[in-house]
């Protein structure tokens, strides 16, 4: 229903989107072409999908939703800014790493990559973070439907939202501490959670129970509970 909702952004039932109005439904319809709006229309979409200004959902092809959006996206900015100062405050941080090269081990099925894996020689914790970035939301029913995607739970299409995906990486490392100790090249590790937002986000005061165990909010707050363990 968001595609139709007049006041929703990147409705992708836009004319924006979809500058060739159909006026009825014969075999051979009546068209309204205006090139100014094909213009405006294709720069739209081109420069949104390039910049990943436009959300993940409004994609259907697997390589737009997933392999293209995910390396387009500004969210991994802040992934690197998370590592960065994770590395300033004197940790190793590995940014947009695959489960599998940390375990040396072939999954049956793609994991999905850890946004900043960080870790200390003379520590036992290694974070498994979840890096988000709120700064493209234009609204606040834009940063709560972004959110939405982060209860731990699985969709509708019985696909696990981001938070359970993120929740299943750490599971697979908490499984497998050998093949953690050996990448992170520490003894005896211990598998921490973080999920590191772009400023205050409502998870930081809500009682989600998929959330317990993890550490979340900004950057700032990760650095202080770096600190205290």
Same mark, same amino acid.
């Given at each position: 229903?968001?595609?139709?909702?007049?006041?929703?952004?990147?409705?992708?039932?836009?004319?924006?989107?979809?500058? +060739?109005?159909?006026?009825?439904?014969?075999?051979?319809?009546?068209?309204?072409?205006?090139?100014?709006?094909?213009?405006?229309?294709?720069?739209?979409?081109?420069?949104?999908?390039?910049?990943?200004?436009?959300?993940?959902?409004?994609?259907?092809?697997?390589?737009?939703?997933?392999?293209?959006?995910?390396?387009?996206?500004?969210?991994?900015?802040?992934?690197?800014?998370?590592?960065?100062?994770?590395?300033?405050?004197?940790?190793?941080?590995?940014?947009?790493?695959?489960?599998?090269?940390?375990?040396?081990?072939?999954?049956?099925?793609?994991?999905?990559? +850890?946004?900043?894996?960080?870790?200390?020689?003379?520590?036992?914790?290694?974070?498994?973070?979840?890096?988000?970035?709120?700064? /493209?939301?234009?609204?606040?029913?834009?940063?709560?439907?972004?959110?939405?995607?982060? /209860?731990?739970?699985?969709?509708?299409?019985?696909?696990?939202?981001?938070?359970?995906?993120?929740?299943?990486?750490?599971?697979?490392? /908490?499984?497998?501490?050998?093949?953690?100790?050996?990448?992170?090249?520490?003894?005896?590790?211990?598998?921490?959670?973080?999920?590191?937002?772009?400023?205050?986000?409502?998870?930081?005061?809500?009682? +989600?129970?998929?959330?317990?165990?993890?550490?979340?909010?900004?950057?700032?707050?990760?650095?202080?509970?770096?600190?205290?363990?």
């Amino acid at each position: 229903m968001r595609d139709i909702f007049p006041w929703a952004f990147s409705r992708r039932l836009s004319i924006v989107s979809r500058p +060739i109005l159909q006026l009825d439904s014969s075999a051979n319809p009546s068209l309204i072409v205006a090139p100014h709006s094909m213009r405006g229309g294709f720069r739209y979409l081109v420069a949104g999908a390039h910049r990943a200004d436009l959300p993940q959902n409004f994609f259907k092809t697997e390589g737009l939703r997933n392999k293209w959006w995910g390396k387009a996206s500004e969210g991994h900015s802040h992934a690197k800014n998370v590592a960065d100062r994770l590395k300033e405050a004197g940790w190793e941080a590995r940014l947009e790493i695959n489960v599998p090269h940390v375990l040396n081990k072939k999954f049956p099925f793609d994991v999905g990559d +850890i946004d900043v894996l960080a870790w200390k020689h003379d520590h036992h914790d290694v974070w498994v973070i979840e890096a988000k970035d709120l700064s /493209q939301a234009r609204n606040h029913s834009e940063i709560a439907h972004m959110l939405s995607d982060y /209860q731990g739970e699985n969709k509708t299409n019985g696909e696990p939202d981001k938070l359970l995906k993120h929740l299943q990486r750490v599971g697979h490392l /908490q499984d497998d501490l050998d093949g953690v100790a050996r990448f992170c090249r520490i003894k005896e590790p211990t598998i921490r959670s973080a999920l590191i937002c772009s400023g205050v986000v409502p998870m930081q005061f809500a009682k +989600i129970d998929a959330l317990i165990g993890t550490i979340v909010g900004d950057i700032e707050e990760l650095i202080e509970a770096l600190k205290a363990t």
